[in-house]
C-alpha cells in the first residue's frame, strides 16, 4: 500500500487503483446463512454513496461524531470508511445522546432514539435489504443510499491529525488509527494476497483491527463471520479451505 497514505480512506483509494477486482470483505451471518462477497471497488461504491449520504442528506461534516451502534458486519465496515472520508468521529457503541449523529441496527433503536441529530437505522438483512416498516424517527439506509452518487468529493478534506474513531475508550486520529492497522498487520504477518477469518466482535480495536483495518492496511481482505462460534469444528475447517483463508483471529 502506499506509504503516504494517513487515513483509513486513503487506504481504500490506494486498493482501488492497485486492484479493484480483489476479493476485500467475504462476510458470512452463521445465524442466517448469509454470505456475501465484496470486491475492493463493489466497497468502494458503498462507501462513496453513504459519504454522499453523510454528507449531502444528514449534513454530516468534518468534526461531527457518530454514535455507531452496529455489530460485525459489511456495512458496519461501509460506513467506517464513509466516515473517514467525510471526516466524520466515529464512536463505537457511543451514546447516543452525546453524538451528532446515530447509526443504529435494529436491536439498538430504543437507545439510539436518544439523540438528538439524524438518526439511520439498519435492517442488517441479506443483500442490503429494508425494513418491512421503516422505524418511525429513523432514516431506512437501504431506501436512502442506493439512488446517491457513484463517486464522492468532500467538501473540505479530511484531517489526517483529527480524531476519526473511539474505542474501548481509546481516541484514536485518522493517522493513528492507520498506523495502528499497519503494526497490526505486520504483526500478524499479513500481506498482499493474505485473507483473515475474523469471527471478533468490533466493539474492541482488536476486531476492528483484525475485521477490516489490518487487512485493509496489509492489501489484503478479510472473510468477517457473525456468529461464528455456532459453527462446528468440522465446518469451521470447511469454511477456512472453501475461503482459502491464510490467517485466523477468533
Known amino acids: 500500500m502506499n506509504a503516504t497514505d494517513r487515513t483509513p480512506a486513503d487506504l481504500l483509494r490506494s486498493a482501488l487503483t492497485t486492484d479493484p477486482a480483489r476479493p476485500l470483505i467475504t462476510f458470512y451471518d452463521d445465524a442466517t446463512g448469509e454470505r456475501v462477497e465484496l470486491s475492493v471497488a463493489t466497497f468502494a461504491n458503498w462507501v462513496s454513496k453513504t459519504a454522499n449520504l453523510l454528507q449531502d442528506e ?31 468521529c466515529v464512536e463505537i457503541g457511543g451514546d447516543p445522546a452525546a453524538a451528532d449523529l446515530v447509526v443504529s ?45 457513484d463517486r464522492f468529493a468532500p467538501y473540505a478534506p479530511a484531517d489526517p491529525d483529527a480524531p476519526a474513531l473511539v474505542v474501548g475508550g481509546t481516541e484514536l486520529t485518522a493517522a493513528q488509527l492507520v498506523a495502528r492497522a499497519r503494526e497490526n ?17 468490533y466493539d474492541s480495536w482488536e476486531g476492528l483491527s483484525a475485521g477490516l483495518f489490518a487487512p ?12 461464528l462460534p455456532t459453527l462446528q469444528g468440522q465446518e469451521l475447517e470447511q469454511r477456512v479451505t472453501s475461503e482459502r483463508v491464510t490467517h485466523r483471529a477468533v
Open 216 to 227: 485493509l492496511a496489509a492489501g489484503g481482505s478479510v472473510v468477517l463471520c457473525r456468529h
Open 105 to 149: 441496527g435494529p436491536d439498538t433503536l430504543d437507545a439510539a432514539r436518544a439523540c438528538g441529530g439524524e438518526r439511520v437505522a439498519l435492517a442488517l438483512r441479506p443483500l442490503g435489504g429494508r425494513f418491512p416498516q421503516p422505524p418511525a424517527g429513523f432514516v431506512d439506509y437501504a431506501v436512502e443510499v442506493p439512488s446517491q452518487g
Open 185 to 201: 498487520a505486520a504483526e500478524r504477518g499479513l500481506g498482499p494476497g493474505s485473507r483473515l477469518l475474523s469471527g471478533l466482535s
Open 58 to 88: 444528514l449534513s454530516a461534516g468534518p468534526g461531527d461524531r457518530l454514535a455507531l451502534l452496529l455489530p460485525a458486519h459489511w456495512q458496519s465496515a461501509v460506513w467506517l470508511l464513509a466516515c473517514s472520508s467525510v471526516g466524520v
